[in-house]
């Protein structure tokens, strides 16, 4: 950890970000807008470097809406076959720089059937269904606790300011329960009515690990996944991550809108 904060900090300089974001697929063009700084995780040392395609892997630091921000552009993801430490080691990163408020976002598949493709829905709460947890091993207790609480991960005045904001720029917004699973395969129709039994609205691959770590490490979490299709429960059409790089394509204007507005009121 030493290691990576001096090499992040011989760049930023006395740069102190106060909020992270982690921009999810097909979302990171926020951190092309605004970008004053750019580490490459290639570059920063105990960093994974990530794999996807359509997952840039840079670390963004910009002022947005007079406020610091650093923007993971890029995740990653347990199914690439990391640890689920190491995908969750920026966030502890971003936790020592300073972050207090964290914004995750992702692509995720519609469970609930009110749902459309393009809707944007903010995370009320989660499901952890990927069979692992990031807090596994030896606990730093200079981060956080050994059995943290999980009893309000998703801040209510995050989500109650997301919604004020989304209302004041005129955007529909859903809100519901994510559940993750570790993919990297889609889900099954009989895993979809599963996920929707289970109390769901939406179904991803992320995110998850990144809000357990963040609060239990005492981080603000607010959630918002852009619905990218509707995850289908009775077969139907097949399911490309072509398709969801498309449907986030399609609702980034707003999801961006809507993140720089949450920034400004945060
Ligand atoms: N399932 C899981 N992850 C996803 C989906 C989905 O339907 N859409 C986007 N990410």
Known sequence: ??????????????????????????????????????ISYNDIPNFIKSTVKGHKGRLVFAQISGKNVVMMQGRNHFYEGHTMQ?????????????????????????VNESFSAGDLMIITDHINNMGSNPLIGKNDDTLG????????????????????CAQYLNIDIQKGVYIANSGPSYETPAEIRMARLLGAD??????????????????QVLGISCISNAASSSGGAALSHEEVIAATDKAKHKFKQLVVKIIEQI
């Open 1 to 38: 950890m030493e290691e990576t904060l001096k090499y992040i900090q011989s760049i930023i300089g006395d740069f102190k970000p106060e909020i992270g974001i982690i921009l999810g697929s097909g979302l990171g063009e926020l951190a092309d807008e605004y970008c004053d700084i750019a």
């Open 86 to 110: 190491e995908i969750t080691y920026p966030i502890k990163v971003m936790k020592k720089l300073g972050v207090k408020n964290l914004i995750l976002t992702n692509a995720a598949g519609g």
């Open 145 to 164: 606790e050994r059995f943290p609480d999980m009893t309000d991960v998703y801040k209510l005045d995050l989500i109650e300011l997301a919604q004020k």
């Open 202 to 219: 939406a179904v991803g691959m992320s995110t998850v690990p990144e809000a357990i770590v963040a609060n239990y490490c005492g981080m």
